[in-house]
């Protein structure tokens, strides 16, 4: 939270397929100021619109600043450290728990309490199938942080997304003050989190691709 106590929101969008001119249009619509790229690499082979350099000169042309964070804020790790023990699959409760991430997580939300309008930027056009959402909102989200994801057509929040993680994985809760069994909605949603990190976590054995 700021000094006078409204939630601080920050943005989330993922390129996808969309024309330069469209994607910074939806840019413009929601005040961007900062396009923070967090993918692990930078580079897409069928949209080089995207690639690190291009997207860089493009979206300042068109006042809009743009930062790489890729290698704090990505998805990508080789640490076995960081993997789930029972697969090589990385384990973003333990990314969360890094020095890296936790500093990075803290300068995003230094420049949201300057005032600044931030977007996080990721390849994927559905949050629910990036880790922008799994990873990085979640994080945001337990520092007291509002997340918006801009799509085509409409802007969701960040708890229309948890609502579906409930929903896919068939997740209930309820009232633990009368029923002992039952969970909490904070604690169906934290499992809702882990279970969708091991659809679409990063696995050790992928071949590194450029989208």
């Known amino acids: 939270m700021n000094k006078d106590n409204k939630r601080m929101d920050c943005f989330t969008i993922g390129h996808s397929i969309y024309e330069s001119e469209a994607f910074v249009n939806l840019l413009k ?15 897409s082979k069928h949209n080089p619109q995207y690639n690190k350099e291009n ?19 990505g ?12 697969k090589e699959i990385v384990d973003f409760r333990k990314v969360r728990e890094t020095v890296e991430f936790k500093h990075s997580i803290d300068t995003l939300i230094n420049k949201l309490e300057e005032g600044h309008k931030i977007c996080l930027m990721c390849s994927e056009k559905d949050p629910f199938e990036c880790h922008r959402f799994v990873l990085v909102s979640c ?11 801009i799509l085509e057509n409409e802007v969701i929040s960040n708890e229309a997304l948890e609502e579906r993680l409930l929903s896919k994985y068939k997740i ?12 909490t909605k904070e604690t169906a949603i934290e499992e809702g989190y882990v279970k969708r990190n091991r659809d679409i976590g990063y696995i050790k054995a992928d071949v590194a691709s450029i989208s």
Do not use: C
């Open 139 to 149: 994080a945001l989200v337990k520092k007291g942080i509002g997340v918006k994801h």
């Open 75 to 86: 998805a990508r790790y080789t640490n076995p450290e960081l993997f789930f023990p029972d």
């Open 172 to 183: 209930e809760h309820g009232n633990p003050m009368l029923f002992e069994s039952t969970k």
């Open 29 to 43: 619509l929601n005040k961007i100021q900062w396009l923070v790229d967090i993918r692990s690499v930078p580079y």
């Open 55 to 73: 997207i860089k000169v493009f979206l300042e042309n068109n006042g809009v600043s743009y930062i790489f964070m890729g290698n704090l804020l």
